[in-house]
């Protein structure tokens, strides 16, 4: 299978290296299309239908994300980003590659090599992933979380919190002193939370990253986190979520 891919970039001379680095791939990747800016890239990725885009973030007019946005069918994206490493974990976590610029060609060898591993998959279209990420990216990471208790309102520092748990129907924070219930779901604040200060290893827990004292492995390929609160808490990681623990 050979992918189509459409190349956007303001700068030309940028443009212009990306596609000639691709061209060391032409056996497995055929270029149908650039453009120049956002809205250019809309109407150039809509008509050649792509399989992959490589798309500048930070462009004139409106920048790749609402190139993205704007996209009634989202192809897997390759951003081409001088970003800073919390935006970079956005991108890791929800399988949509990155090049930094000036683009290398080690670099570009890695990307490709993860897009022959998505080909073997049920698809290359990341819908769903995209939107997640430009929902974490579209808002701050979270400092601190408003809590209702009776008729009182705590708010709780998002560092003082040890990890968030989902149990019957309901979603809980955990500080080292107290346990407190939470109005929406575990993803609503995986999307809000900074991603290099808590990590999903469940799903029904997200923790906090500065109260991990050790990671165990267990059995069938799962890892144990042992944690620095007064109760020494312990908590299953999962085989889907064991590469994130493995990044630390």
């Known amino acids: 299978m050979r992918l189509r891919a459409v190349v956007v970039d303001d700068e030309e001379l940028a443009r212009k290296r990306l596609s000639k680095l691709l061209r060391a791939y032409a056996a497995e990747i055929e270029i149908?299309?650039?453009?120049?800016?956002?809205?250019?890239?809309?109407?150039?990725?809509s008509s050649a239908r792509p399989d992959v885009v490589f798309l500048d973030v930070q462009m004139p007019g409106f920048d790749g994300f609402e190139v993205v946005r704007r996209l009634e069918t989202k192809p897997f994206i390759v951003f081409v980003t001088a970003y800073n490493d919390y935006a970079l974990r956005a991108f890791e976590?929800?399988?949509?590659?990155?090049?930094?610029?000036?683009?290398?060609?080690?670099?570009?060898?890695?990307?490709?090599?993860?897009?022959?591993?998505?080909?073997?998959?049920?698809?290359?279209?990341?819908?769903?992933?995209v939107e997640k990420m430009l929902a974490r990216l579209a808002s701050p990471p979270l400092e601190r979380l408003k809590v209702t208790l009776g008729d009182k309102i705590i708010l709780v520092d998002i560092a003082d919190i040890?990890?968030?748990?989902?149990?019957?129907?309901?979603?809980?924070?955990?500080?080292?002193?107290?346990?407190?219930?939470?109005?929406?779901?575990?993803?609503?604040?995986?999307?809000?939370?900074?991603?290099?200060?808590?990590?999903?290893?469940?799903?029904?827990?997200?923790?906090?990253?500065?109260?991990?004292?050790?990671?165990?492995?267990?059995?069938?390929?799962r890892y144990k986190v042992r944690l620095k609160d007064k109760t020494g808490t312990e908590l299953i990681v999962t085989r889907s979520y064991a590469d994130a623990i493995r990044r630390l």
């Open 32 to 45: 149908v299309g650039e453009a120049g800016h956002g809205e250019e890239a809309v109407g150039v990725i």
């Open 162 to 221: 040890v990890y968030f748990e989902a149990k019957d129907k309901y979603t809980y924070l955990h500080t080292e002193e107290k346990e407190y219930a939470l109005d929406g779901t575990l993803a609503d604040l995986e999307a809000r939370l900074d991603a290099t200060k808590f990590v999903r290893i469940h799903r029904s827990f997200i923790v906090n990253v500065r109260f991990i004292r050790e990671i165990v492995r267990w059995f069938a390929g």
């Open 93 to 129: 976590e929800n399988s949509i590659d990155y090049l930094l610029k000036p683009v290398e060609q080690a670099r570009l060898e890695k990307a490709v090599e993860k897009m022959r591993r998505l080909i073997g998959s049920s698809s290359l279209r990341m819908d769903g992933n």
